[in-house]
C-alpha cells in the first residue's frame, strides 16, 4: 500500500490517493491504532474550549475535528523526532490542510515553530 504513511494495528485503505483510517472513532488502542501524518498549528489565545473547559494556553492538550475529547495522542515532531503525548480538548484546527492544533506549551515540548509537519498516533 502506497499512501505515504505507515499505519501499525489499523485496517487502511487507500481512497483516491488519500488514506481512509478504519475506527477513526473507535474504542481505543486495544481495538484500532489511530494513525496520521500532516501539518500541525499551534494557538494560546482562547477563553473556553469546545469540551467546556477553561483553556490553557500552556498546557499539554490539542484541538483535533473528529477525535473524541479526553483522547490522549502521540504527536512526533516529524523534523526533529521529539514526541509529547496532548490530550484532546477542543476543536479544530479551522485552517485547511492541518490535521491538529496544539496548545503553546505542547508546541514548545516538541520544538515547534509555525506550522510543522507531524504524525499522530491515538494511543489511548
Same mark, same amino acid.
Given at each position: 500500500m502506497n499512501c505515504g504513511l505507515a499505519v501499525?494495528?489499523?485496517?487502511?485503505?487507500?481512497?483516491?490517493? #488519500?488514506? !481512509?483510517?478504519?475506527?477513526?472513532? $473507535?474504542?481505543?488502542? =486495544? /481495538?484500532?491504532?489511530?494513525?496520521?501524518? #500532516?501539518? !500541525?498549528?499551534?494557538?494560546?489565545? $482562547?477563553?473556553?474550549? =469546545? /469540551?467546556?473547559?477553561?483553556?490553557?494556553?500552556?498546557?499539554?492538550?490539542?484541538?483535533?475535528?473528529?477525535?473524541?475529547?479526553?483522547s490522549r495522542v502521540r504527536v512526533t515532531n516529524t523534523v526533529n523526532g521529539r514526541s509529547i503525548v496532548v490530550r484532546i480538548n477542543d476543536r479544530g484546527p479551522f485552517a485547511g490542510g492541518r490535521i491538529i492544533d496544539l496548545s503553546r506549551g505542547s508546541a514548545r515540548a516538541i520544538g515547534m515553530g509555525g506550522v510543522t509537519r507531524v504524525a499522530l498516533e491515538r494511543i489511548d
Open positions: 501499525r494495528r489499523s485496517v487502511a485503505v487507500c481512497v483516491g490517493g #488519500g488514506l !481512509a483510517l478504519a475506527g477513526l472513532m $473507535g474504542v481505543g488502542a =486495544a /481495538s484500532t491504532a489511530q494513525a496520521q501524518n #500532516g501539518q !500541525a498549528s499551534w494557538y494560546a489565545v $482562547g477563553h473556553r474550549t =469546545a /469540551s467546556g473547559e477553561r483553556f490553557n494556553p500552556d498546557g499539554l492538550t490539542a484541538a483535533h475535528r473528529s477525535l473524541p475529547f479526553g
